[in-house]
């Protein structure tokens, strides 16, 4: 894997970008409700391009905080055994 060229990786790495937007539009009701806030269709977002320019940044700000924690986790909750947050510089913790 050492010899494989920084391009490889990076395309590697927008692969699985794309790979994980997908995944979490089909199976997290609280990203498809952020992107509807958003006005963005995630059919929209076919390249690593549309990735990079459409989707807005997730922050604590405006997501983790907007979202009661089960909601954000979602369906599997009852299989997290444990989860590790921190409050970050802004001293609120998550509801």
């Known amino acids: ?3 494989m060229p920084a ?3 990076e395309k590697q ?3 699985l970008a794309l790979e994980v937007f997908k995944e979490a539009t089909q199976n997290s009701p609280t990203y498809k409700d952020f992107l509807k806030k958003q006005n963005i ?3 929209t977002i076919k390249t690593i391009e549309d990735f990079q320019q459409k989707l807005p940044i997730t922050s604590k700000k405006n997501f983790i905080q907007q979202y009661h924690l089960g909601d954000l986790v979602g369906d599997r909750f009852g299989e997290v055994f444990e989860i590790c947050f921190s409050s970050g510089s802004t001293g ?3 509801p």
């Open 7 to 9: 391009s490889f990786w």
């Open 13 to 15: 790495n927008k692969k």
């Open 92 to 94: 609120v913790p998550v």
């Open 1 to 3: 894997m050492k010899s």
């Open 41 to 43: 269709d995630p059919q």
